[in-house]
């Protein structure tokens, strides 16, 4: 089983809608979460950290199940602009600070 | 702050031959990283670094070695280039305090791409 598992998509939606991505893990030691965004052809850049209590970033959220070992990305009011690949990623406690990186969904937003 | 930065941008290799790059970066974090993404797949960790003087190997160092001689920098070498080499490589650095206020956040450059024909 991946580490960090994803629906790699694509999810193609028009400009305006909510669109939801979610992510397994697979270690129960996985102690900080985070979502990144990669456009093509570059670098992957944090988008946000997700939290226990789950935490909002304008129209974005993110929530924690660690019980599940789960993690979803909701965002609302899509944009041309957040077409890109979405990637999850998981440190797990000991690991010296490496992340461990799903694969990532694309999402494509169109007018 | 530039953050991190990769040279060279681009970059095409003769099977066998040999290249250095470059990652710096000006946050003063203590841990940095070189992953390597192929088309469409994820990035893979090649090697890292938690202070100067000190490194280990990620997940696919074969054909890799590493340096941290400062804390700015962490170039990676090639040795022997070969074509599975081919890919774009990406250096990322972080923060950990070892009496917490670690973030475990990877900031990354621009990248490098690398071919090898």
């Known amino acids: 089983r991946k580490e960090v598992e994803q629906d790699p998509g694509p999810f193609n939606v028009p400009e305006g809608a909510t669109v939801a991505f979610n992510c397994t893990y697979s270690?129960?030691?996985?102690?900080?979460f985070f979502w990144y965004r990669q456009d093509c052809r570059k670098e992957p850049k944090l988008l946000m950290s997700?939290?226990?209590s789950g935490n909002e970033d304008g129209r974005f959220t993110a929530q924690l199940n660690r019980a599940s070992q789960y993690i979803s990305l909701l965002i609302r009011d899509s944009k041309l602009s957040d077409s890109a690949t979405y990637l999850c990623v998981v440190n797990i406690r000991g690991s010296q600070g490496n992340l461990i990186f799903g694969k990532g969904t694309k999402l494509s937003v169109k007018p | 702050n530039a953050g991190v930065t990769q040279t060279p941008k681009f970059r095409i290799l003769k099977i066998g031959q040999s290249m250095t790059l470059q990652c710096t970066q000006d946050m003063n974090h203590n841990y940095m990283y070189w992953y390597r993404q192929d088309p469409g797949m994820g990035l893979k960790l090649i090697y890292y670094?938690?202070?100067?003087?000190?490194?280990d190997k990620g997940e696919v160092p074969n054909g890799y070695n590493v340096s941290r001689s400062t804390t700015e920098d962490f170039p990676l070498r090639l040795e022997l280039a070969a074509p599975s080499q081919t890919s774009v490589y990406f250096c990322?650095?972080?923060?950990?305090?070892?009496?917490?206020?670690?973030?475990?956040?990877?900031?990354f450059g621009p990248g490098t791409r690398l071919t090898v024909t």
């Open positions: 270690n129960s030691a996985s102690q900080s």
């Open positions: 997700v939290y226990s």
């Open positions: 990322a650095s972080s923060y950990s305090g070892l009496a917490g206020g670690s973030t475990y956040e990877q900031y």
């Open positions: 670094s938690v202070g100067a003087g000190i490194t």
